[in-house]
């Protein structure tokens, strides 16, 4: 589990092909990785990863076929950045919304404007999606725990302040630039409960 406040952002450094599935090597220099054991999480991009191997200041994920089908992170370079958090532990504060790296589907930013001093950015989502977006409610991007300012039709928009900007992966998108979305999971759990039983 997750609060999608961002410790740090890490750096690809390797891309591996396993028979079809992939192994991301990730700098998280920004990161105490002397916390961080073989086998724990870490949120990438907003993706739960698990860790395999450590090396140095690195650390090594492997991304199965169905992840590399609902997420960006196949599409992911060598030097490209990307976001980190590692998984909550009892005591930590819970600054965000609860986020499980659980991605539901990507959405693609659509409108990108300067707001004041933040920057104001606006996404389109899957029809299925929409449903679950709500004004002043959570989400997450990347795995930035963001709050929801509008929703008109399929699409959204957030805010992101200047220390969000400067400090995730969020500051770099362009229009057209596609991200992983997580729903509130919250949202989720209650549209399963009301709807009738056997519909899906």
């Not at 589990?1 to 192994?23: C, H, P, Q, Y």
């Not at 990507?106 to 104001?120: C, F, T």
Request: proline residues 2%; contains cysteine.
């Amino acid at each position: 589990m997750f609060t999608g406040i961002i410790l740090a952002k890490g750096r690809i450094i390797s891309l591996a092909e396993r028979v079809g599935d992939l192994e991301l090597g990730i700098d998280a220099a920004g990161l105490d990785l002397a916390r961080t054991a073989i086998g724990d999480s870490v949120c990438v991009q907003g993706v739960c990863l698990t860790v395999t191997r450590l090396q140095g200041s690195a650390f090594f994920a492997d991304v199965s076929r169905e992840t590399l089908s609902k997420t960006t992170l196949g599409k992911l370079q060598v030097s490209s950045n990307v976001n980190l958090e590692p998984s909550l532990r009892a005591g930590d504060a819970l600054g965000g919304h609860m986020v499980s790296g659980h991605v539901d589907a990507v959405g693609r930013l659509v409108r990108l404007e300067q707001d004041a001093r933040s920057w104001r950015l606006e996404f389109e989502l899957p029809a299925a999606l929409t449903r679950f977006v709500a004004a002043k409610g959570s989400i997450s991007l990347n795995g930035v725990s963001l709050t929801v300012n509008h929703v008109d039709g399929l699409r959204f928009d957030v805010n992101i302040i200047p220390h969000t900007h400067a400090v995730t992966t969020l500051g770099e998108l362009r229009v057209g630039d596609e991200v992983n979305v997580e729903i509130d999971v919250v949202a989720r759990y209650l549209d399963r409960l009301v709807r009738p039983v056997g519909l899906v």
